[in-house]
Structures are given as C-alpha cells and as structure tokens.
C-alpha cells in the first residue's frame, strides 16, 4: 500500500502566500505522476496542478503565474507553492499520485484545508 500525508494548510489573508508538501510512503515502484486537486464546498473536485514524468507540468488555468508545482522523484514528495492567493482558492487540497508499471493505480492523501480570507 501507499500513502500520502499532506501537510501546510492552513488559514492566510488574500494576497498571501502558502506552501503545501505531500510525502508518500509505502510500496512504491514508480509514480508517473505527482500533483494536487483541490475542492470547494458544493463543486466538483479539479486539478491544480500536475508534475509528469518527463518534467511537464499542468496548471488549472485560474492558478497560473501564481501556484507552482515542484517534486522530488528520489525522497516522493510533492510541494505546491501558493502565492497571491484569493478567496476563491479556499478549498480542500488533496495530493495525488500515479502509477503505470506493472499497472494503473491512483493515490489520494487524506486533504488539507487552506482558507484564504477577504
């Protein structure tokens, strides 16, 4: 089994700055991807953003120039820095991760509230 644990959530003011960190652990093999999805009372889950084998990333169109994704493939871990945040962030953020070989499995961390005040 894998696990992933979040950590750095928590509550700033509009125009801060957060950063959120997953470390997985567990029965590893290889992760295809890392990254985080957040979700805000009464919507649908959606992805933040993504860093893929290779050192692609992917963004949600509304946190980019101000969310960044980075990920150490040796130590599993995956940071999202978060800066000019704005109420419409506040949601619960969720690390997520992929495995293709031998097979295609996909992990969720538990979440961590970020709330961003007006």
């Known amino acids: 089994q894998v696990q992933l644990v979040e950590s750095g959530g928590g509550l700033v003011q509009a125009g801060g700055s957060l950063r959120l960190s997953c470390a997985a652990s567990?029965?590893?093999?290889?992760?295809?991807?890392m990254g985080w999805y957040r979700q805000a009372p009464g919507k649908l889950r959606e992805l933040v953003a993504l860093?893929?084998?290779?050192?692609?990333?992917n963004y949600l169109d509304s946190v980019k120039g101000r969310f960044t994704v980075s990920r150490d493939n040796v130590k599993n871990t995956v940071h999202l820095q978060m800066n000019s945040l704005k109420p419409e962030d506040t949601a619960v953020y969720s690390c997520?991760?992929?495995?293709?070989?031998?097979?295609?499995?996909?992990?969720w961390g538990q979440g961590t509230q970020v709330t961003v005040s007006s």
């Open positions: 567990g029965n590893i093999f290889v992760f295809n991807a």
């Open positions: 997520y991760a992929k495995e293709m070989i031998p097979r295609v499995r996909e992990y």
């Open positions: 860093s893929s084998t290779g050192g692609s990333t």
